[in-house]
């Protein structure tokens, strides 16, 4: 067994460490925690009356070698983060829990499960009406300011208007809206939110938005639609100008891994076909991306692109048909 280590700071990150261990499994028998710290079972007593002594709960477990537990069902002490902080956190642990970051989604949600035990009511409550209010479709996306997500998912949450300013077409413009839902793309965070202005319903960029603020106005819910779904068919096709649907001739599963959630759609069509929903600035940018899937793959819509389809097969061809200089 290594030699323990000394000092204040030794103690307290051991001290953590065992809570840690606490919390990872039911029971440890007195000896199982001494060798995993290093240290003798009579420190392994002295490091549990130092958690008592913090409030939590910590249970002597009778029977052959004696043990610990950490209670259950019991109020622990509260985590000491500021209200900037338990934002930041729990905006970070929801990336890496819906994917963001590759691997991590269960440590996420147990570490968002720790989180919600130990932070006060207060805050609590606040953490609680983000992840509420939070969808997503991909990982990995580019940070926004965790207050300005804040703000939206307590009107999401409390059914108040919200207004902002938008940048949009090289101007910023103010909005006035009924929120829905924040939604987290492979790239961005979104808001889906009904546009009081424009009398409809209309997806807006986070990182677009300026001066956000949640109002006093009360509103009645109206029937939304899915919220991840209409984000990522408005992001992967509504915002090009031109917009296609394709039959390709492989497994939803095996199409989805191959194109980023922010650029099509992917519907399962049984019999081992799906269904891709895209958009683009052309329709040959359209053609060329799904057949570099590699794929069979028919032409739905729209009706024109089946013409494109053999122009560009005549080229290809004559161009392979082009002898070597």
Do not use: N
């Not at 008592?52 to 709960?57: N, S, V």
């Not at 905006?91 to 829990?97: E, Q």
């Not at 939304?224 to 100008?241: C, F, I, L, N, T």
Request: proline letters at 6%.
């Amino acid at each position: 067994m290594g030699g323990e280590r000394g000092g204040e700071r030794g103690t307290t990150e051991r001290v953590l460490t065992l809570l840690g261990l606490l919390q990872q499994r039911q029971s440890w028998t007195g000896p199982e925690l001494a060798e995993r710290l290093g240290v003798t079972p009579r420190t392994v007593r002295r490091d549990v009356e130092r958690l008592r002594a913090l409030g939590y709960p910590v249970h002597a477990v009778q029977g052959v070698g004696g043990g610990y537990r950490l209670g259950r069902g019991q109020e622990l002490p509260p985590l000491l983060l500021d209200d900037q902080e338990a934002i930041a956190t729990a905006v970070s642990l929801l990336a890496g829990a819906d994917g963001a970051v590759t691997g991590a989604g269960d440590a996420a949600l147990r570490a968002l499960t720790k989180l919600d035990q130990v932070l006060p009511a207060r805050l609590r409550h606040e953490v609680r009406a983000l992840s509420g209010s939070v969808e997503s479709f991909g990982g990995g996306r580019a940070p926004v300011d965790p207050v300005v997500l804040m703000t939206l998912a307590r009107a999401c949450r409390d059914e108040v208007e919200a207004g902002f300013g938008y940048a949009s077409k090289g101007e910023v413009r103010q909005r006035r809206v009924e929120p829905y839902r924040l939604v987290a793309s492979d790239r961005r965070w979104y808001l889906l939110a009904y546009d009081l202005d424009r009398d409809d319903w209309r997806t807006f960029r986070v990182d677009r938005m300026t001066d956000v603020s949640a109002r006093t106005w009360r509103f009645r819910p109206r029937a939304a639609p899915d919220a991840a779904a209409y984000v990522q068919e408005g992001v992967a096709s509504r915002v090009h100008p031109h917009q296609a649907r394709f039959l390709v001739h492989a497994p939803a599963d095996t199409v989805r891994a191959q194109i980023p959630a922010s650029a099509a759609v992917v519907r399962g069509h049984g019999d081992g076909h799906c269904e891709v929903l895209s958009g683009a600035a052309s329709l040959d940018a359209m053609l060329l991306h799904v057949l570099l899937l590699g794929h069979e793959f028919e032409v739905l819509d729209p009706p024109e692109l089946a013409g494109r389809c053999h122009v560009l097969a005549q080229r290809l061809l004559a161009a392979g048909a082009t002898p070597r200089p």
